[in-house]
């Protein structure tokens, strides 16, 4: 009767590969974004910060997959840094924006080369990250990509 708990082996979880990858390419991050003063969701939230310059929370915790109980101390602690600003909107008062400081926009400067130095962390060729790419996308449920 072994095989009724077959499903509850680890190396039958497709989810644990994908955890200690996750955790293993954010540890590669790690170096990198210590000099920039930042945590990985710091950065991923600056980096849609430096594309959209000013953003509805709920939005931005669309995008980043976060929840609000997550993303509040991620902007707060971007706010305390100067990084960023968060006010209510003008045309809705329960709408919460964020934008980007002066300081935030010099921050991206120093960021520039993060991308650079992470590619080769994969141990992927190209075209397999490509379609690694695209399949955790699809998990996520954002097909269209």
Known sequence: MEENYNGL???????FPLYAASREVIKQYRPYLEELDLTYTQYIAMMVFW???SINVKELGKKLFLDS???????????SKGYISRARSE???RVL??????????LKEKAVSVP??????TKLEPQEAMEL???LYKVLGKQDL
């Open 133 to 135: 790419y695209r399949l």
């Open 116 to 121: 650079q130095k992470i590619a080769g962390c």
């Open 97 to 106: 924006v964020a934008e980007i400081t002066e300081k935030g926009e010099e």
């Open 9 to 15: 082996k680890l190396e039958n979880q497709l989810c």
């Open 51 to 53: 594309e959209e310059k």
């Open 91 to 93: 045309k809705d008062e």
């Open 69 to 79: 109980g997550t993303l509040t101390p991620v902007l707060k602690s971007l706010e």
